[in-house]
């Protein structure tokens, strides 16, 4: 942990939700494993994109590593600003809640992420107010202050939720997530319940603001080309495990790992020319249930060049050169 | 190409306590024999309210259908009793829905609710529309498609329920398939299942399709033409290569703009287009897009832009040459 450059260093990270049955004695009858066995780093200043499709993990990972669930096994380090690693798997109470000043969420649904009883003023406000950061007046000045960085009027302290459409509704969102001036921010799908063109709007202001307050995003997303346009490096989730990790234009020009390569495929491009010219790899088949996941690679039922190795051991995670992580058999 | 549908100055409006909806405010289109045909646009814009009124599904009350005729085959759509637009509706035009989880009934089998169908509109018996529903089931591509007519629809997954959905909406053979963002509620590598298997089925069946998303990348690939909608109004209509190689009216420019690529390989900024759609109850009087729009102009504000000839099939609305960046 002495790389100074290293902000979130997860380590092995396990979730699993236990499935019950009965009523006054729940038996624990199995698992979701939703994240099972999870390792990266994020790098001070660098957005790492997070992508899989939906069931694969990726929400539970960014939620995991904010502790909004306990971790089942595996470790998270977090680096601030002050050169003080902290395992956040191991603090609670109050320890825990003083580093929560300093890595904040955007959530994916801006309707339901905002608490319509209360103003504007109040959600922005209310973080500055628990964590005591200012007090009467001051609270109220620092909001206008955060509503006008996200580009709204800072007149609006007192309106609702319910007045804001769904792309200024991100931005009060955004706003919350800033308010206590956090190193790390979990961006969980932050546009993916937008219109097209409001969708452009909150990305350049998240690159505005990251650019201006040094910021390290997590951006967990399932668009594929949305992630390419902002992430640094870029991280691809199967069924709870990463399958591959690299920078940015590695992943893009070169996918190693066969459901990597899968999913660029299936992502249209907005330009038919390319899209007559386009092969598809189409994958056969649904993900498999968590609860059960196949043995060996998770991949290997609905893998195009799957071989016997792929059911019966689980691929290492390896390191090609360059950075350039994936955790598959064939890859040579 | 022969016009199978003709859709003239359809108008579509909903009477709510609070004002009159304007959701479609006079669009006409046609759609050629075994034409596939992209409209886009995004939430609210009217899209799924213009095909929604054609097969005459809007409730009425609230909504009302103002205006506008829908030739098919020699007959209008829009003036149809109830009795004969059912004739059409699943047999000669048919449609799938966005949401594969609600659109099929969570109490009746997969079977029961292809073979209705079958039964209804071509008078089939129980044996015969049942071998019709497992052939249907073998061709969208569903495995052990006899012990599954049995199953339930919670017993599917997304994919596999918008695949009974297709197979449904065409177990009469239509000429003219309806699909309403069939793909919107899927992954991504599921929804690549699915327009493959759309694109095949057209080639086999050579049914006309009108494919309703707010996703361009997808009618990119799978449309011939494109029409782009907002508030209500085409605003811009065209061959779909022409469509993105030179858009002409400055909301498709911004659109596109708007839209990151998985091929980009230099990072741009993003083109955001400012501000939002317009409140479809009171509707500016001059053209829809001018408050969003960077080249409006004084015109703009007072006059709504026609649909116009720009090309050869290609047609706009809009008072300024965006090549040009001023009046024509």
Known sequence: MTNDNILLKVQDLKKHFPITQGIVFMREVGSVKAVDGVSFDVKRGETLGLVGESGCGKSTTGRTILQLHRATAGHVYFTGADNQTVDLTAIQGEPLRKMRRKMQMIFQDPYASLNPRMTVGDIIGEPLIIHNVARGKEVNERVQELLKIVGLNPLFTNRYPHEFSGGQRQRIGVARALALQPEFIVCDEPISALDVSIQAQVVNLLEDLQEQFNLTYLFIAHDLSMVRHISSRVAVMYLGAIVELSSRDELYNNPLHPYSQALLSAVPVPDPVVEEKRQRIILQGDVPSPINPPSGCRFHTRCPIAQSICSETRPEWRDMGGGHWVACHLVQ | ?328
């Open chain 2, 1 to 328: 190409m022969v016009d199978l549908l003709e859709v003239k100055d359809l108008k579509t409006q909903f009477h709510t306590r609070e004002g009159v909806v304007h959701a479609v405010n006079g669009i006409s289109y046609t759609l050629g024999e075994g034409e596939t045909l992209g409209i886009v646009g995004e939430s609210g814009c009217g899209k799924s309210v213009s095909v929604l009124s054609l097969m005459r599904l809007i409730p009425e009350p609230p909504g009302k259908i103002a205006g506008g005729q829908a030739m098919f085959q020699g007959n209008d759509l829009l003036k149809m009793s109830q009795d004969e637009i059912r004739r059409v509706r699943g047999a000669q035009i048919a449609m799938i829905f966005q949401d594969p989880m609600t659109s099929l009934n969570p109490v009746l089998t997969i079977g029961r609710q292809l073979t209705e169908a079958l039964e209804v509109h071509l008078g089939m018996n129980s044996q015969q529309s049942r071998e019709r529903a497992v052939e249907l089931l073998n061709m969208v591509g569903i495995p052990q498609a006899e012990d599954r007519l049995s199953d339930y629809p919670h017993q599917f997954s997304g994919g596999m329920r918008q695949r009974v959905m297709i197979a449904m909406a065409l177990s009469c053979n239509p000429q003219v398939l309806i699909a309403d963002e069939p793909t919107t509620a899927l992954d991504v590598t599921i929804q690549a299942q699915i327009v493959e298997l759309v694109k095949r089925l057209r080639d086999e069946l050579g049914m006309a399709i009108i494919w309703i998303t707010h996703d361009l990348g997808i009618v990119a690939g799978l449309a011939k033409r494109v029409i782009v909608m907002y508030a209500g109004f085409i605003i811009e209509e065209a061959p779909v290569k022409e469509l993105y190689g030179d858009p002409r009216h400055p909301y498709t420019l911004g659109l596109l703009g708007s839209l990151p690529r998985v091929d980009e390989t230099a990072h741009r900024r993003l083109i955001s287009i400012e501000g939002l759609p317009p409140d479809l109850l009171g509707l500016p009087q001059g053209c829809p897009f001018a408050p969003r729009c960077v080249y409006a102009m004084d015109r703009c504000w007072k006059e709504n832009p026609p649909l116009e000839s720009v090309g050869p099939g290609h047609y706009k609305a809009c008072w300024v040459d965006t090549r040009q960046g001023r009046a024509q």
